[in-house]
């Protein structure tokens, strides 16, 4: 009687450390895995490549970003997040009444002044860009938490481009020689043509970027977070070719392929005199944004 006492209470013994032991194991577990944090993210409102014309009037843009990132926590209420986003960024720039002149020759080398005048322009400028952001986050709250989220991001631009295709304008030239202006004569660059559009090449950014809002525990190991961000870039990502190009570029060898370079890149020649549109283009962003976090 008292071996087979002995025997189950060595039984019991036995199995109590292994309980014991599993249920350390099984709650250590558990803290490993709440220090870690997958999220999906997406958001938009107004994601605009900021800028001031010489000439014209620039317009903020709507764009957006959706991303994958990672959390990890130090302790229950602060955590360093990183990972990758994708960001569309627009602006759109408009121009009424300008008139652009400038002595050039023709293709037969005869020396003229091109003229040209816009009753109304619109270009569309997009980019998209590749952000890697890194943020300490302060949350606090029992079951749904708010959260304050600090820190900054560098960007690499991916795509840049322009259109300004739905633009018209009327070319012509004066010959002084002649003492005529020719408005009509399209294989020499004359008469109504349209915008272009084509490709902006831009600089790396880099944002102060700020989020807030709630934290909603939906389950064990899932909250969905809701709230506002701002990226402010804090450098100059224009672009510009060591030599501006003109804005409404006369095309010498094939007259009829007439360019209109984007104001981002080029130059205004009015009577002669060339100015920057613009010198100085940062990003900015402020919406709303949704995660899910696992």
Known sequence: MKKQFRKITAIGLIVLLGTCSLS?????????????????????????LQYKATAGKQSMGFGGQIGLGYNFFFIPQLNLGTGLEFALYSASF???????????????NNPFEFRSKINEFKENQTLIMLQVPLMLQFQTGAKHKFYVAVGGKFGLPLSGKYNSSRTNIQNSGYYAEEDYEYTTQRFMGFGTFKGSRGNLSFKMAFFASAETGVKFMMSDGYALYTGIYADYGLTNIANQPSEPLPFLQYNRERPSDFSVNSIVTSRNMQNGNAQLFTNKIVPLAVGIKLKMAF
């Open 94 to 108: 408009t121009m009424a009444g300008s008139s652009t002149t400038y002595m050039t020759t023709d293709i037969e």
């Open 24 to 48: 350390a194991q099984t709650r250590k577990h558990k803290l490993r895995l709440k220090r870690h944090e997958v999220v999906l993210c997406g958001g938009g409102g107004m994601s605009s």
